[in-house]
């Protein structure tokens, strides 16, 4: 009994398709033959319109297929792929981050330093995460990829801390005359509730 059973887990497994060929099947829908030729926003709509499908747990398989078939790619699958995770699941894990992070650098080890910036540049918040995948998955570019956060400090401290007013303010340039006082001195804020003591 044990047997049959491993034969139909064997039947259905070969029955679906692997990530790389359903990655294909969808880039080929609007009639290309070879997925090496289209256009990078072809195959990445093919890619997206796959990875939205597939459970986050899955998704660093897809990734692994995709930059199989385009290498070409890597970077922009690497931040498609976060970005698809975090609209799946908007509480976005540090765990979901290295697996995507570590799979695409195991399928091309070479551009690992490049996986780091496209992954940092699409999810700035998850920077660390990030660093600690490729540098476990890239131990011989350590020191490049570790080079990175100080790069990259400075802008994910402001991505990271803006807030939805500052989006909004844009700087209209009105300032209260009354607000206004010597820098040197301790009179405090100046408004109707606490008045001037001048």
């Given at each position: 009994?044990?047997?049959?059973?491993?034969?139909?887990?064997?039947a259905v497994n070969s029955l679906r398709a692997a990530p790389r060929d359903e990655?294909?099947?969808?880039v080929t829908l609007d009639g290309s033959t070879d997925v090496s030729q289209v256009?990078?926003?072809?195959?990445?709509?093919?890619?997206?319109?796959?990875?939205?499908?597939?459970?986050?747990?899955?998704?660093?398989?897809?990734?692994?297929?995709?930059?199989?078939?385009?290498?070409?790619?890597?970077?922009?699958?690497?931040?498609?792929?976060?970005?698809?995770?975090?609209?799946?699941?908007?509480?976005?894990?540090?765990s979901v981050v290295s697996r995507i992070v570590a799979a695409a650098i195991a399928?091309?080890?070479?551009?690992?330093?490049?996986?780091?910036?496209?992954?940092?540049?699409?999810?700035?918040?998850?920077?660390?995460?990030?660093?600690?995948?490729?540098?476990?998955?890239?131990?011989?570019?350590?020191?490049?990829?570790?080079?990175?956060?100080?790069?990259?400090?400075?802008?994910?401290?402001?991505?990271?801390?803006?807030?939805?007013?500052?989006?909004?303010?844009?700087?209209?340039?009105?300032?209260?005359?009354?607000?206004?006082?010597?820098?040197?001195?301790?009179?405090?804020?100046?408004?109707?509730?606490?008045?001037?003591?001048?």
């Amino acid at each position: 009994m044990t047997l049959a059973l491993f034969v139909l887990l064997l039947a259905v497994n070969s029955l679906r398709a692997a990530p790389r060929d359903e990655i294909k099947a969808a880039v080929t829908l609007d009639g290309s033959t070879d997925v090496s030729q289209v256009s990078r926003a072809i195959f990445l709509r093919g890619f997206s319109a796959v990875a939205v499908q597939v459970k986050p747990r899955d998704l660093p398989s897809y990734v692994v297929g995709a930059i199989e078939v385009r290498p070409d790619l890597t970077r922009s699958i690497v931040a498609r792929a976060l970005k698809i995770a975090s609209k799946q699941h908007p509480g976005l894990t540090c765990s979901v981050v290295s697996r995507i992070v570590a799979a695409a650098i195991a399928a091309n080890p070479s551009a690992a330093v490049a996986i780091t910036k496209a992954a940092i540049l699409a999810k700035p918040a998850m920077a660390s995460c990030t660093i600690a995948a490729a540098a476990a998955a890239a131990p011989e570019q350590r020191d490049q990829i570790a080079a990175l956060e100080s790069s990259y400090s400075l802008g994910l401290i402001s991505a990271i801390t803006r807030t939805a007013e500052d989006a909004i303010w844009h700087g209209s340039g009105t300032i209260n005359p009354a607000n206004l006082s010597d820098m040197g001195s301790d009179s405090g804020v100046v408004s109707p509730e606490q008045p001037s003591t001048r």
